[in-house]
């Protein structure tokens, strides 16, 4: 690839409550207000050439990129390695009620059963990451979630992933160089490799 274009998805049934979901099992698409901005998304994305687009298993990322590249035969592929985690026990619960666990925990700890720990999600967002560095296409859309998108647009800016991290905006274009996303990769590739929290 030579440019890939981040985004998360456009607002979501979740994101208006501030709950959690990382169970592609619970259907939840977007609201009204996400619709407009994945047709944003398509506005901002109109006349640029994308060779591929990938998202991940949820109902909302597919959703956005449906919107945003309608019209366009843009061939598509699933990756669940940039899935949103799995919440465990914080399925369905309030966004704070997580990011108050995670900030008072390390990074290797699993929320309980069924859950995901910070450093598993970023293990396998590194790969997905790595993995769409040496794809052949030239131009690359991927929508997928809030946390891939913020760890790399920290790991870009040479910030190691942290407890709390910013949230993307919603169907928002993050254009990322080859250059600029092997910078993101290495950063988290380098914090898997000696974690500090």
Not at 41 to 60: D, K, Y
Not at 88 to 101: I, T
Not at 164 to 185: G, I, K, Q, S
Request: proline share 9%.
């Amino acid at each position: 690839m030579r440019e890939a274009i981040l985004a998360r998805h456009g607002e979501s049934v979740f994101n208006v409550v501030d709950v959690m979901n990382g169970d592609i099992t619970v259907p939840g698409g977007l609201t009204p207000r996400g619709v407009e901005q994945a047709r944003g998304l398509g506005s901002a994305l109109r006349g640029r050439p994308l060779e591929l687009c990938i998202v991940s298993e949820f109902e909302r990322a597919q959703l956005t990129a449906d919107i945003a590249l309608e019209g366009r035969d843009v061939p598509r592929l699933v990756w669940p390695k940039l899935n949103d985690p799995l919440y465990g026990p914080f399925e369905g619960k309030l966004l704070e009620e997580y990011r108050s666990w995670a900030g008072a925990n390390p990074s290797r700890a699993v929320p309980g059963e069924r859950g995901e720990s910070r450093y598993a999600m970023v293990t396998r967002y590194a790969q997905a990451f790595r993995e769409l560095l040496v794809r052949p296409e030239v131009a690359i859309l991927v929508v997928c979630h809030s946390l891939p998108v913020s760890y790399a647009l920290g790991g870009r800016e040479g910030l190691p992933p942290g407890a709390r991290v910013p949230l993307a905006e919603n169907a928002t274009p993050y254009p990322f160089t080859a250059d600029e996303l092997e910078t993101a990769v290495v950063t988290l590739e380098t914090w898997l490799a000696d974690p500090d929290w």
